[in-house]
């Protein structure tokens, strides 16, 4: 059983700073992908940035250059730093692993509010 255990979400003013972590425990043995997802009210949920294992990392536009992904193997564990916050970013994110053997892991979501 493999389970995701997220971190880090909360109220933040716009133009500040949150950092998300995820910790995968269990029977992981190799991990092809990491990554964060989130999802709007009312949105379909979508890619915020991930990282393929010999592939690379990816964000998508309207994050690039204010979020950093990053990923610590020997504890299985994906960050997301997020600066310069805007009130659009306000949603749940979703951490997100595939496994090597094509496996998916959902975390249960952390709420990110950006309000003044």
């Known amino acids: 059983q493999v389970q995701l255990v997220e971190s880090g979400g909360g109220l933040v003013q716009p133009g500040g700073s949150l950092r998300l972590s995820c910790a995968a425990s269990?029977?992981?043995?190799?991990?092809?992908?990491m990554g964060w997802y989130r999802q709007a009210p009312g949105k379909e949920r979508e890619l915020v940035a991930r990282?393929?294992?010999?592939?690379?990392?990816d964000y998508a536009d309207s994050v690039k250059g204010r979020f950093t992904i990053s990923r610590d193997n020997a504890k299985n564990t994906v960050y997301l730093q997020m600066n310069s916050l805007k009130p659009e970013d306000t949603a749940v994110y979703y951490c997100?692993?595939?496994?090597?053997?094509?496996?998916?892991?959902w975390g249960q979501g952390t709420q990110v509010t950006v309000s003044s």
């Open positions: 997100r692993i595939v496994a090597a053997l094509g496996s998916i892991y």
């Open positions: 990282i393929r294992t010999r592939v690379g990392i």
């Open positions: 269990g029977s992981i043995f190799s991990i092809n992908a």
